[in-house]
């Protein structure tokens, strides 16, 4: 992550998720729980009884905020004319499939911010990076799209 947009992550909430990146995992713990989970009861079955994982857990592991109004309803957006409202860049019709994009072209169009960035540009190219880690560390696609 470029210095210069550290403080716009931060301040959107993201930088925990940035940081899980450089942190070890544990595979036999990993093996180990993988090995107690009961997918019928959605737990996890220990010596001590069965434990499971809550929304307030991952918040507090991933670094996330879940306070604040639920987001819900349904989705008809135009990705290509936000994109273009959003981070100043609209993507082709072949970096687009549904309501995904790919995160090869956006990768390729999202840039350093250069010494002389205002406000603005620092502002996008943290929208981009956010998105960027959003696409591929919490909803991660195999066809490499962000959804």
Do not use: N
């Not at 992550?1 to 070890?24: C, E, K, N, Q």
Request: hydrophobic share 45%; proline share 8%.
């Amino acid at each position: 992550m470029d210095p210069s947009i550290r403080p716009y992550v931060i301040r959107a909430g993201f930088y925990g998720i940035y940081r899980l990146g450089h942190i070890i995992i544990d595979w036999p713990l990993i093996t180990c729980l993988v090995e107690r989970w009961w997918p019928e009861a959605h737990t996890f079955h220990v010596p001590v009884g069965e434990m499971t994982i809550t929304l307030q857990d991952v918040a507090i592991i991933l670094g996330l905020r879940i306070d604040g109004p639920a987001i819900t309803g349904t989705c008809m957006l135009d990705v290509a004319e936000l994109c273009g409202e959003l981070l100043e860049v609209t993507p082709p019709a072949d970096a687009l499939r549904g309501l995904t994009i790919s995160i090869r072209w956006l990768c390729q169009q999202l840039s350093t911010p250069g010494p002389d960035a205002d406000e603005v540009d620092l502002d996008r190219s943290a929208r981009g990076f956010i998105l960027v880690l959003m696409g591929s560390f919490l909803f991660p696609d195999k066809k490499g799209l962000i959804p």
